[in-house]
T-cell receptor, first 107, second 118 residues
Framework: SQELEQSPQSLIVQEGKNLTINCTSSKTLYGLYWYKQKYGEGLIFLMMLQKGGEEKSHEKITAKLDEKKQQSSLHITASQPSHAGIYLCGAGNKLVFGAGTILRVKS | EPEVTQTPSHQVTQMGQEVILRCVPISNHLYFYWYRQILGQKVEFLVSFYNNEISEKSEIFDDQFSVERPDGSNFTLKIRSTKLEDSAMYFC????????????????FGAGTRLSVL
């Protein structure tokens, strides 16, 4: 079965700094979802990547899918306190999730 | 903006009791899901449901669990005899189209029900 590994597990950045979160799959990645979870809350859909090489942006968040590396990256530019939370990657029809990356932004 | 609504937000129950977790999916969605997240662990798929039938279920979804769409708006997860290890956050999700990759296949999640089994 497919497993997704996220790195880093947690991240503390100064407000205004850029950061990258990675998600690596144990099997071929045909597509991937990124969600954000606030502590004790539900999962908020961020982006969906459908094919290798695809890159999508929403506000200051950019996600890319590298099919050959079986990896996706999520990049946040000029981080803000509102970006704090847990970022989850998910793949497959029965969504399999990574363990999540906890992001804290210091102001 | 349409959203998935779950009630209650927190449910406390005694071991061995039955619980029903309720969800109101987004109104034009046809595919429904339950996931759970034990504290400190990954979000795990439990079951998917379409056209009043279970489409897929995980190994976790044993005979203690059942799902139902009792009317045109609600989707429920019943745990027949709760165990301590059932304590978790339970998330309901819905999508317009079947699981997959596409705008209609995106699964939208509710805020979750925290189930505490004592």
């Amino acid at each position: 079965s497919q497993e997704l590994e996220q790195s880093p597990q947690s991240l503390i950045v100064q407000e205004g700094k850029n950061l990258t979160i990675n998600c690596t799959s144990s099997k071929t990645l045909y597509g991937l979802y990124w969600y954000k979870q606030k502590y004790g809350e539900g999962l908020i859909f961020l982006m969906m990547l459908q094919k290798g090489g695809e890159e999508k942006s929403h506000e200051k968040i950019t996600a890319k899918l590298d099919e050959k590396k079986q990896q996706s990256s999520l990049h946040i530019t000029a981080s803000q306190p509102s970006h704090a939370g847990i970022y989850l990657c998910g793949a497959g029809n029965k969504l399999v999730f990574g363990a999540g990356t906890i992001l804290r932004v210091k102001s | 903006e349409p959203e998935v609504t779950q009630t209650p937000s927190h449910q406390v129950t005694q071991m061995g009791q039955e619980v029903i977790l309720r969800c109101v999916p987004i109104s034009n969605h046809l595919y429904f899901y339950w996931y759970r997240q034990i504290l400190g662990q990954k979000v795990e798929f439990l079951v998917s449901f379409y056209n009043n039938e279970i489409s897929e279920k995980s190994e976790i979804f044993d005979d203690q669990f059942s799902v139902e769409r009792p009317d045109g708006s609600n989707f429920t997860l019943k745990i027949r005899s709760t165990k301590l290890e059932d304590s978790a956050m339970y998330f309901c999700a819905s999508s317009e189209g079947p699981p997959g990759l596409g705008a209609k296949n995106i699964q939208y999640f509710g805020a979750g029900t925290r189930l505490s089994v004592l």
